[in-house]
């Protein structure tokens, strides 16, 4: 922990987003992090590079570090980009638990949108743009009325992030219709689980599998309602 009166860690916003001196900018870095986006929803995160971004702005590599110091940087501008999607102008309701399973659903959405994002924060540090503290900030306001220290409040706005990466990872393609019996589909693994309890091996899960019925249909409102019920039960026991 920085020790009190140490200057902050250096970040992108950090900086002025160009000099006092010198010509006026051809672009912005919200330009250039709008392309960037666009590049990874494309082509995955992968394809993001200093030279592929400029190539796709029709400029020169070396004109992005004008506005942007490293493709760390630019990564932190997209994250953040992504977190100013997330609507928040609507005050706290009083309801603590519907607002944040609603800013859940929310990030879940985005991360859905972006399926590059789940990597992305796996790889980065713990960088915190301006709108992902704007979203920490309204998140801390819905839970003033909710029991629980301020150190349980940020784990638990902690643990919704966690499980709107996860179950946007369960999410199909954009383009993907409705299941088709792939081996990743959820109907060719409940199959695939149903034929190796029903193999004598595992009496717990042939129980719990012929107790629970079947599965239901996995479209996004039956998925959005799972992790809203999940959402419901666990965050008022992190918060007791």
Same mark, same amino acid.
């Given at each position: +922990?920085?020790?009190?009166? =140490? =200057?902050? &860690?250096a =970040?992108?916003?950090?900086r002025?987003e160009r000099g006092a001196?010198?010509?006026?900018p ?8 709008a392309? *960037?986006?666009?590049?990874a929803d494309?082509e995955g995160?992968a394809?993001v590079s +200093?030279? *592929?971004?400029a190539?796709?702005l029709?400029?020169g &590599? ?7 110091g490293s ?5 932190d501008l +997209?994250?953040? *980009?992504?977190a100013?999607?997330?609507d928040?102008?609507?005050?706290p309701?009083g ?6 399973v ?6 879940k959405a985005?991360?859905?949108r ?14 915190l ?5 704007d979203y920490?900030?309204?998140?801390l306001?819905v839970?003033?009325p ?6 349980q ?12 990466t ?7 393609p954009?383009s993907a219709?409705s299941?088709?019996?792939? $081996?990743?589909?959820? &109907?060719?693994q409940?199959?695939h689980l149903?034929?190796?309890?029903a193999?004598g ?6 129980t719990?599998? +012929?107790?629970?019925? &079947?599965?239901?249909?996995a479209?996004l409102?039956?998925r959005d ?7 419901r ?6 918060? $007791?």
């Amino acid at each position: +922990m920085a020790e009190r009166g =140490t =200057t902050p &860690p250096a =970040t992108v916003w950090s900086r002025p987003e160009r000099g006092a001196r010198g010509p006026a900018p051809e672009r912005s870095r919200y330009e250039i992090t709008a392309a *960037a986006l666009a590049l990874a929803d494309a082509e995955g995160l992968a394809a993001v590079s +200093m030279r *592929a971004l400029a190539q796709r702005l029709g400029t020169g &590599p070396a004109s992005l570090y004008r506005y942007v110091g490293s493709r760390d940087e630019l990564l932190d501008l +997209m994250a953040d *980009a992504v977190a100013g999607e997330l609507d928040l102008s609507a005050a706290p309701s009083g309801d603590w638990l519907g607002d944040l399973v609603g800013l859940a659903l929310q990030s879940k959405a985005a991360h859905a949108r972006h399926p590059w994002l789940a990597e992305l924060n796996d790889r980065r540090g713990e960088v915190l743009g301006p709108h992902a503290i704007d979203y920490l900030d309204h998140a801390l306001a819905v839970l003033v009325p909710a029991p629980g220290t301020s150190r349980q409040k940020l784990e638990a706005i902690g643990l919704l992030g966690g499980l709107a990466t996860l179950f946007a990872r369960r999410e199909p393609p954009a383009s993907a219709g409705s299941a088709q019996g792939a $081996s990743g589909d959820p &109907p060719a693994q409940a199959a695939h689980l149903a034929a190796v309890a029903a193999e004598g091996r595992h009496p717990h899960l042939l129980t719990a599998l +012929m107790t629970a019925g &079947p599965p239901p249909v996995a479209g996004l409102a039956e998925r959005d309602a799972l992790f809203e019920r999940l959402l419901r039960r666990l965050l008022p026991a992190m918060l $007791s």
